[in-house]
Structure formats: structure tokens, C-alpha cells
């Protein structure tokens, strides 16, 4: 496959990253191209065409994911469509007649059950490659964390905690990301990234969570059709894997006075490993040490040519899923459905929780 020829379902805000993203990886003669997108939302499709045009490319414009399928100009497909969306689209993919690739934005699906019926569909075709966009991974400091992490020096990791203090949620297109029903809840929507680190550094399976959460600051006065927003903006969230590591989420999103949008703290028996986003520091100690041997290093990735939204992490993602289109059979897709799905499956049992005011097991959410 000489030339990987991209078709992009949704072309709001992420969609159109994407689009930006091939076009520097092609830039880089990477071989990619977008040739089509797939949007009923005319003013996306108008900006999806102004894109295109600053890129020289020429795109052909279809209302809906199913035109797009049936079209034969694209190899593999990028899922940016509101979340809500993403399980039908997925399962019209997965069992299309002609093969596409899959880069579907996080979360999977909004339920477990749709996860699963995803994953079944795909272990049908298994000349599909399916990778979900977790791409917080690849964020230079949290990739070095990680790298610091997996090489042992921390020892055995025991606490991994995360604070996420930011700005509220975005406006979007129709509003579909204020109400629960369609983004999957807060701690779906957006934290699914976070749980999916803490699986990453502690190396283990969640095994119940208990959550603390509410909505106290933000959308309270806004109504769409007489519904006023249903989403959780601040929430605290405990999570036991099962080697026995902790992990504990700190979700503020009325915090736009923070130095930090992600503060990532793990902690070994032997020593302490920070990541701090976007000031790109890691910050490294050993209890042996104490506070004077903490060192404090810069973390940067020399392959990013394009930092968009998310400090380069999308950049990252796509190198990641290209180099598997390209080489299919031999290289797994980065981030798998599975991570997918439990990462999907904390956020259900996160949200659960808040409603029942107990702990929710992971086994209850996964049926
Ligand atoms: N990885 C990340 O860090 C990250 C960041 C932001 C958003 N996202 C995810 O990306 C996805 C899109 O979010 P966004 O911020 O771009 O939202 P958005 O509202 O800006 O854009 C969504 C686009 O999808 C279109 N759309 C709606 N239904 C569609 C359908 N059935 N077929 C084709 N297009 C359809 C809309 O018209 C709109 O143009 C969501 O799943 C979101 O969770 C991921």
C-alpha cells in the first residue's frame, strides 16, 4: 500500500485535526492522504473543504458515513463523531463488505455493552486493524513517565494519581457533548484517557471503584430544547487494581487558573515519578534521596511536526496507527480495543458509583 488514503467520518473539531495531522505526515512523505469526509453538519463540511483546499488536496463531501463506505476512495477511516454516534458507525464499518481500518476517537462507545458488541464484530474480521484514540499516552512527559516507570526504577507501583484541573467543556457542534446520553458522562467522555493511563502504569486490572462527584459550577444556566445539562464538572474517583495498586482521579473542570491542565503522579516503593502537562516536565526521586535528589528533566519528541490541541499526542497517534496500516499482521494496533473497553468500563463504574454512593465493581458493569 503505497500511498494510505484517508476518509474522515465527523469533521468538527478533532475531525479536522486529523486532517491537519495527515497532512504534515504526508508533508513528511509518509504517504497519506485524505480523500474524503463524511459530515451532515454543512459548516463542518465547509471548514473540512477550506482544509483541504490549504492543503491543495481535492475532497470528495458526503453527508453520511454509510456514502462514504460505499464510495471505494478511502483505505482506512478516522470515527471523530460525537460519541453517542460511534457504535452504529463502527458496527456499519466493521461489516461492510470491503475492509477499512479503524481510528476511532475515544471513548469506544458510551456503554460497555456497545464496546462488546464492537469487539465481537471485529474478532469476525480480523483483517481489520482497530485502534482507539487514547492518545494521552503519547504526550511527551506522560510517554517518559511512562518509559520511567516500565524500566523499574520506581520499584513496584504502588499509588498512581491523577489531577486533571482545566477549563470547562468545550462548545460543540449541536451541543451533543452536555448531556450524559450522549457523551456517556464526564468521567467516560473525558476521563476514559486517565483511566487508561492508570491500567498503564500500574500494570494491572481494575477491580472496583468508588466515586464522588457533581455538577456545582459550570452549563447550570444554559438550556437546550428545555433541558438543562446533566454532566458532572468536578468529581474524585478511587480505583483498585487488582495487584493491589490505588489510583485516584482529581477531576476539576472550573479550573481555568491552574499552571497545569494534568498533574500524574506514581509512586513506587522505591521512588516517585511526576508528569506535569502542558509545562512538559518530569519530575524523578527516590526515597533513598529524599527531596535534594529529585531530578527534573524536560520531555520533548522531535518527531511531533504538529502540536494541535493535545501538545502533539494526535501527531503521535497517527505515526502509531500508519506504521500498523502499513505493516499489517505484524504490528498489533498501539492502543486495542480491550484498552478501549476497560477504559470505558472505569467510566461506567465511576459514574455508577456517583449515582449509588457505593463502590461498583468492574465485574458488575462488564455483565
Ligand atoms: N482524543 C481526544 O483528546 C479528543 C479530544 C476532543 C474530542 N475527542 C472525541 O472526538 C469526537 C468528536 O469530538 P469533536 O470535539 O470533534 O466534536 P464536534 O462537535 O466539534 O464535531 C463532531 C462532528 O461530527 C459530526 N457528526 C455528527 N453526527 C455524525 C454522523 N452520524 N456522521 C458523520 N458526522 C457526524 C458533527 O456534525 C460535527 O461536525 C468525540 O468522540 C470526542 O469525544 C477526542
Redesign the pocket.
Known sequence: MEEVRYGI?????????HMINIAHLRNEGAGATVTCV????V???QQSLDLAASFNWSLKVF???QELLESGVCDVVI?????M??F??LMDIINHPRPHHIL????LCTTVQDCNKVIDAARRRPEILVQV????RYMPPVAKLIEIVKGGILGQVKIVAIREHRFPF?V???N??RFNVN?GGTLV??CC?FFDLMRLFAAANPVRVMASGAIDINHKDENYDGKVPDIIDNAFVIIEFDNGCRGMLDLCMFAEGSKNEQEISVVGDIGKGEAFVPESVVRVGMRAAGRAGVQTVKAEDKRIKYDG??HG??YL?HLHFLSAVKAPGDRAPAVDLHDGLLSVAMGVAGQLSIERGRFVTIEEVMG
Request: hydrophobic fraction near 25%; glycine fraction near 8%.
Open positions: 467520518i465527523g469533521v468538527g473539531m478533532m475531525g479536522r485535526e463524511a459530515d451532515p453538519h459548516p463542518s463540511q453527508s453520511s458515513h470515527v471523530s463523531t460525537p460519541n454516534t460511534h452504529q458507525i476511532v476517537e475515544k471513548p484514540g487514547l492518545e494521552y468545550l460543540k457542534v449541536n451533543w457533548n457523551s467522555e473525558k484517557h490541541l493535545h499526542s494526535s497517534e
